[in-house]
Antibody, heavy 120, light 108 residues
Framework: QITLNESGPTMVKPTQTLTLTCTFSGFSLNTGGVGVGWIRQPPGKALEWLALIYGNDHKRYTPSLKSRLTITKDTSKNQVVLAVTNVDPVDTATYYC????????????WGQGTLVTVSS | EIVMTQSPATLSVSPGERATLSCRASKTVGNSVAWYQHKPGQAPRLLIFGASTRATGIPARFSGSGSGTEFTLTISSLQSDDFAIYYCQQFYNWPPLTFGQGTRLEIK
């Protein structure tokens, strides 16, 4: 059974770097066709895809935020980390990580999500 | 960037009836569309990928259809557990992967 769990701060201040960790089980992220992605949802808004990393360490980012995002993996810990630099209140959202079983770009299953508030 | 537009924003349907949700892509996406179900406070769940293939464990009352720019998610004989928000997503031309704004399916 595949499970994913997001962890990180619940609140960060503007201009700080937000670091989120996705800890997963039930699969290994050392296979090229398998990946983990990050998706966020601001309150009352739609889902927004952020980044995706594959077992072969290939990484893809949403172009509008690419300069602020870094996704990495630690296969020994079964973790994927997303860093978001220079956060702003508009980055307030529930952040989800999700498994991608192919290179195609859809996700399942997902973690429960973690709400992050950006406020001074 | 491919924009996915879902309609209606809210759909009110009685239990036992059929629900039809629509998703339109701003450019052709072939059959590279996925559908997700999302309930408040829960993890989104993959229902359909490749426009019409049910994900593992998804009941047969969920079906997807369409290709090109027009897609439909149909839920036959709605059950109480089906009332949620549904999102479509394209994975044809990315980055970025893009989602629709969602359709809220509520009990009539």
């Amino acid at each position: 059974q595949i499970t994913l769990n997001e962890s990180g701060p619940t609140m960060v201040k503007p201009t700080q770097t937000l670091t989120l960790t996705c800890t997963f089980s039930g699969f290994s992220l050392n296979t090229g066709g398998v990946g983990v992605g990050w998706i966020r949802q601001p309150p009352g808004k739609a889902l927004e895809w952020l980044a995706l990393i594959y077992g072969n360490d290939h990484k893809r980012y949403t172009p509008s935020l690419k300069s602020r995002l870094t996704i990495t993996k630690d296969t020994s810990k079964n973790q994927v980390v997303l860093a978001v630099t220079n956060v702003d209140p508009v980055d307030t959202a529930t952040y989800y990580c999700a498994h991608s079983g192919t290179m195609l770009g859809y996700f399942g299953p997902w973690g429960q999500g973690t709400l992050v508030t950006v406020s001074s | 960037e491919i924009v996915m537009t879902q309609s209606p924003a809210t759909l009110s349907v009685s239990p036992g009836e059929r629900a039809t949700l629509s998703c339109r892509a701003s450019k052709t996406v072939g059959n590279s569309v996925a559908w997700y179900q999302h309930k408040p406070g829960q993890a989104p769940r993959l229902l359909i990928f490749g426009a019409s293939t049910r994900a593992t464990g998804i009941p047969a009352r969920f079906s997807g259809s369409g290709s090109g720019t027009e897609f439909t998610l149909t839920i036959s004989s709605l059950q109480s557990d089906d009332f949620a928000i549904y999102y479509c997503q394209q994975f044809y031309n990315w980055p970025p992967l893009t989602f629709g704004q969602g359709t809220r399916l509520e009990i009539k």
